[in-house]
């Protein structure tokens, strides 16, 4: 992997990871295995609920602009 940057890098590692697990889950799913689903969803329901809930903490501590006085154009 030489002459790739560090953001190249871990891409290729993040697409062989979800490669893999896409495998694994395809193999659970032909097998019929009740987790091969409920895991999957429990991870991504976890992940969107973590989700919502930073998002709606980083609005909560924003700070208010100051609002800016109109500009009048004198002519």
């Known amino acids: 992997m030489q002459g790739r940057g560090r953001a190249q890098t871990t891409g290729m590692i993040v697409m062989a990871v979800a490669a893999i697990e896409m495998l694994l889950f395809l193999y659970g799913a032909l097998r019929r295995s009740y987790l091969a689903?409920?895991?999957?969803?429990?991870?991504?329901?976890?992940?969107?609920?973590?989700?919502?809930?930073w998002v709606g903490w980083t609005m909560m501590n924003m700070e208010e602009e100051p609002e800016e006085p109109p500009v009048s154009v004198i002519e």
């Open 37 to 53: 689903l409920a895991i999957p969803v429990t991870v991504a329901m976890t992940a969107l609920t973590a989700l919502g809930f």
